[in-house]
């Protein structure tokens, strides 16, 4: 299934074109490789300066840094036709549109010449440490400490389910410089930590249930000295950070989700019509036609409220409550309308044979990270007056 006519709202015929050579691209270099890449648990660095000689990295980076300077409209036809290869691809987009969005709005121009170029042309891979063993959603909660020593941060703290982990070049750290601010979200800072310096060592890659192709990583600080120049934005302003560019990192989690639904409706479709029971393919039974038809409802109600939405954060509209709902409800919704999916596939559907099945366990994290989905509900009420 392609997008609603509500598209329009957002993509020029140049953004389309744009859909089509990347879309080409994908099916060359990557859709053939992709099961391969599950069983890897790895998307080789090959991918990426493949994807950067073609200029399908950072597309939001000025040209001063070898970006294309694309609007937000280029993303989002990235971050669809990578979920349409598969969930594991989800680092490429957190490398374009979440961390990078952190050094070109936060950075200074020397750490903007230092590091940019190399983030699109994929010699730079990035991630950003959030999330520590006791500190998830709730952010004020992180322990990871970075005390000022000369020209020195000096890090200590562990992280965990750190998405690009294992390959990262360059880490953007959420860690407390001030240990008795009140309240305590006022003493966060941004440190970028480059790999190679001491006292930054990579733990486990993670087993996850699925998103397999997607290496998730624990990293740890020991005594970890970083020049003070990688201080990214200001001291103690992180929590602002944060909270100013979570409404892009949740609605682009919507957006994958949009897309695996759509993407496991289509190949639903497709067996039901194939599959015979009876003497009939399944699609002639009632049940079938009403689960389709169910499915098909829900996923053209979710992308027609997050095409509206796409289209107001790219004209600037501050819409957090709105996006918090999109990210909680398209999420939902996909794991839903997926696991019916898989219930119309039979027994098949549990085979690693039939994509249904990776979709099915890629499906759940989405509810998880960028926010649970608990968290979104409580800033709905809390946005709500309540």
Request: net charge negative; charged share 25%.
């Amino acid at each position: 299934m392609e997008g609603t006519g509500l598209q329009h709202l957002y993509l020029t015929d140049e953004h389309n074109q744009f859909r089509q050579a990347f879309r080409r691209f994908l099916e060359r270099e990557a859709v053939p490789y992709f099961a391969e890449w599950e069983k890897q648990h790895r998307i080789p660095r090959e991918l990426w300066r493949k994807m950067g000689e073609q200029g399908y990295l950072a597309p939001s980076v000025p040209e001063a840094y070898g970006g294309a300077e694309g609007d937000f409209g280029y993303s989002v036809v990235m971050n669809e036709e990578l979920e349409r290869v598969g969930s594991g691809m989800v680092g490429i987009g957190l490398h374009n549109d979440i961390v990078i969005p952190y050094l070109m709005d936060y950075g200074t121009a020397e750490q903007k010449d230092r590091w940019l170029p190399g983030c699109v042309t994929g010699d730079i891979i990035t991630a950003i440490a959030m999330t520590e063993p006791g500190a998830g959603s709730d952010l004020a909660g992180v322990r990871t400490t970075a005390i000022r020593d000369g020209d020195h941060y000096v890090l200590n703290g562990q992280k965990t389910f750190i998405t690009n982990g294992m390959q990262s070049d360059l880490v953007v750290v959420v860690c407390k410089t001030d240990l008795h601010a009140n309240p305590p979200h006022k003493g966060m800072s941004l440190i970028a930590v480059e790999t190679g310096t001491p006292g930054f060592t990579r733990g486990r890659q993670l087993e996850k249930i699925g998103q397999h192709s997607q290496d998730t990583a624990e990293l740890f600080f020991e005594d970890c000295r970083v020049p003070v120049g990688n201080l990214v934005g200001e001291e103690g302003k992180a929590f602002t950070y944060l909270m100013e560019k979570l409404q892009q990192e949740r609605l682009i989690v919507a957006i994958s989700a949009q897309i695996a639904m759509e993407e496991s409706l289509c190949i639903t479709i497709d067996y039901v019509k194939q599959r015979t029971a009876f003497g009939q393919p399944i699609s002639k039974f009632q049940n079938t036609r009403f689960k389709i038809a169910e499915a098909a409802t829900k996923v053209e109600v979710s992308r027609a409220f997050l095409d509206q939405l796409i289209a107001r954060h790219m004209a600037g509209e501050s819409i957090v409550t709105e996006v918090s709902m999109a990210k909680y409800w398209s999420t939902d919704v996909a794991k839903d309308v997926i696991g019916e999916c898989m219930q119309l596939h039979g027994g098949y559907g549990y085979m690693e044979e039939y994509e249904i099945a990776r979709r099915f366990r890629d499906i759940p994290v989405m509810a998880i990270y960028a926010g649970t989905n608990e968290i979104m509900k409580t800033i709905i009420a809390k946005n709500l007056g309540l």
